[in-house]
C-alpha cells in the first residue's frame, strides 16, 4: 500500500528552526518533493530528493533516507510568511505525487 | 514564462449539471497531471498525460469523469452529473521533459449545491 504520515500541526516562533518530518511507503519510488501550500493557495514546490542526504536552498533544506523510507524539511530563520501547510510527497514509479495530508505549520512572532 | 493557468477559477453549479476545467500547462512541458484537493487534505492524483496520450487513471477518476489533452498542449477535465462530493479544488500541473518537479496552477475551485 501507499503511507505518507507526517504531525497535522506544528508551532514556532519568528527566527527559529523547524524540522517537519515525513515517513512513506509507496509502491516504487522516483525521488521525494516538498510543497508550500498557502491557505486557499495552489501547492508551490520547494525541493527535490532522489539520492540519500541533504540538499540546501537558502533557508530551507531536505534530507533523504531511501532506506528508511524518512524525510525532513528543515526551515531555519523563521519569517512569519512562511506559516503555511507543508506537503511530503513521494513519487511512485509511474512520476505521480503521493501526497500526506500535510503539515500545518504556525509561526508567532 | 507565465507558469501553469487553469479556467475558470471558481465554478458554481447545480447537482446533475455538466461541467468542464481548462488547463494551460507551461509552454513545452510535455508531461500534465490533474489532482483534486478536498479541505485539510492533501492532493489526490486523478490523471496523468505524457503529451497527447493518457498513460494512468485513478481509481477515484469515475466514468463520470473525462479528461483530454488532444494536442498534447492544453487539458480538460469534464465531470458529468455532477454530486456535491465532486465539490473540492480541482489542480492542474506540468512537468519538463527533462525534470521531474510538477508546476502547480492556480485550481479551479468547484461548488456543487
Known amino acids: 500500500g501507499q503511507n505518507i504520515d507526517q504531525p497535522t500541526e506544528m508551532t514556532a516562533t519568528e527566527g527559529a528552526i523547524v524540522q517537519i518530518n515525513c515517513t512513506y511507503q509507496t509502491s516504487g519510488f522516483n525521488g521525494l518533493f516538498w510543497y508550500q501550500q498557502h491557505a486557499g493557495e495552489a501547492p508551490t514546490f520547494l525541493s527535490y530528493?532522489?539520492?540519500?542526504g541533504l540538499e540546501e536552498k537558502g533557508r530551507f533544506s531536505s534530507f533523504l533516507s531511501r532506506s528508511k523510507g524518512y524525510s525532513y524539511l528543515l526551515l531555519k530563520e523563521l519569517q512569519m510568511k512562511d506559516s503555511a501547510s507543508y506537503l511530503c510527497a513521494p513519487s511512485d514509479n509511474t512520476d505521480k505525487l503521493i501526497f500526506g495530508t500535510g503539515t500545518r505549520l504556525q509561526v508567532f512572532p | 514564462d507565465t507558469g501553469v493557468s487553469q479556467n475558470p477559477r471558481h465554478k458554481i453549479t447545480k447537482r446533475g449539471q455538466n461541467v468542464t476545467f481548462r488547463c494551460d500547462p507551461i509552454s513545452e512541458h510535455n508531461r500534465l497531471y490533474w489532482y483534486r484537493q478536498t479541505l485539510g487534505q492533501g492532493p489526490e492524483f486523478l490523471t496523468y498525460?505524457?503529451?497527447?496520450?493518457?498513460?494512468?487513471k485513478s481509481r477515484l477518476l469515475s466514468d463520470r469523469f473525462s479528461a483530454e489533452r488532444p494536442k498534447g498542449s492544453f487539458s480538460t477535465l469534464e465531470i458529468q452529473r455532477t454530486e456535491q462530493g465532486d465539490s473540492a479544488m480541482y489542480l492542474c500541473a506540468s512537468s519538463p521533459r527533462t525534470g521531474y518537479e510538477q508546476y502547480f496552477g492556480p485550481g479551479t475551485r468547484l461548488t456543487v449545491t
Open positions: 530528493n532522489v539520492l540519500d
Open positions: 498525460f505524457q503529451n497527447e496520450a493518457q498513460l494512468e
